[in-house]
Nanobody
Framework: QVQLVESGGGLVQSGGSLTLSCAAS????????VGWYRQAPGNQRDLVATISGGGTTVYADSVKGRFTITRDNAKKTVFLQMNSLKPDDTAVYYC?????????WGQGTQVTVSS
């Protein structure tokens, strides 16, 4: 069973930056799509960014130009660099791994942006 361990969330002021990390336990990491979703209270879980094994990225319109997703296949880790954070970015951020059979989710990490 693939496991994902997230880190890097916290409290930051508006305009600040945070970097989230997600380490995977699978040796298939380098060939699979990984990424981040987020869920604010009362809202559905929405896509933030994804990155394919080949490095192709997809971003939600709301984060384009502010967030950057990268991956380190040797460390089996995906990162989300978040700049120019806004209060609307406040949410629980979930890492995900798209496996061959199923999608695996991390436990979530809270990001709170104060105004």
């Amino acid at each position: 069973q693939v496991q994902l361990v997230e880190s890097g969330g916290g409290l930051v002021q508006s305009g600040g930056s945070l970097t989230l990390s997600c380490a995977a336990s699978t040796n298939s990491f380098s060939s699979r799509v990984v990424g981040w979703y987020r869920q604010a209270p009362g809202n559905q879980r929405d896509l933030v960014a994804t990155i394919s094994g080949g490095g192709t990225t997809v971003y939600a319109d709301s984060v384009k130009g502010r967030f950057t997703i990268t991956r380190d296949n040797a460390k089996k880790t995906v990162f989300l660099q978040m700049n120019s954070l806004k209060p609307d970015d406040t949410a629980v951020y979930y890492c995900y791994y798209r496996g061959i059979v199923s999608t695996v989710w991390g436990q979530g990490t809270q990001v709170t942006v104060s105004s």
